[in-house]
């Protein structure tokens, strides 16, 4: 994949974050992404540890800083920022984003955990 953004441009209001690549614009709601953050505490430390989030519908981004030249790190309005999120992960959410949600929304009904739906779900589907 190996693609670097254009632009990244975080629209606070809509808790969306803008992603430009060269072929493709992404609009990845700040709930999806910190949702799937790769970080140990979601993802665990191996296969089958991943940790459902829950409850991050109104989370927002509030700070974006550079990983070298292959990443950013998110820092969420929930305090969680271990996150680093490379350009193909981000690509990846961007380009896998029905799927990846769809799998996320099963996992909580799953678990028996409903969700309030927000206005930047459009995004999602």
Same mark, same amino acid.
């Given at each position: 994949m190996k693609q670097t953004p254009k632009d990244i441009r975080l629209h606070s209001k809509s808790r969306v974050l803008q992603v430009q690549y060269e072929d493709e614009l992404f609009y990845l709601p700040c709930e999806y992404l910190r949702v799937h953050s790769p970080s140990a505490e979601v993802q665990g430390h191996g296969p089958g540890?991943?940790?459902l989030q829950t409850?991050? &519908?109104? +989370?927002? *981004? +509030?700070? *974006? &800083?550079p990983v070298g030249n292959y990443a950013v790190r998110l820092i969420f309005s929930d305090s969680h920022n271990s996150g680093i999120y490379s350009w193909d992960l981000l690509y990846?959410?961007?380009?896998?984003?029905?799927? *990846?949600?769809q799998a996320? $929304?099963?996992? $909580? $009904?799953?678990?028996? +955990?409903t969700r309030a739906a927000q206005e930047n779900d459009k995004y999602l589907s």
């Amino acid at each position: 994949m190996k693609q670097t953004p254009k632009d990244i441009r975080l629209h606070s209001k809509s808790r969306v974050l803008q992603v430009q690549y060269e072929d493709e614009l992404f609009y990845l709601p700040c709930e999806y992404l910190r949702v799937h953050s790769p970080s140990a505490e979601v993802q665990g430390h191996g296969p089958g540890q991943e940790v459902l989030q829950t409850g991050k &519908e109104e +989370v927002n *981004i +509030v700070a *974006i &800083e550079p990983v070298g030249n292959y990443a950013v790190r998110l820092i969420f309005s929930d305090s969680h920022n271990s996150g680093i999120y490379s350009w193909d992960l981000l690509y990846q959410l961007g380009h896998e984003r029905q799927k *990846i949600w769809q799998a996320y $929304l099963d996992r $909580l $009904l799953a678990a028996g +955990v409903t969700r309030a739906a927000q206005e930047n779900d459009k995004y999602l589907s």
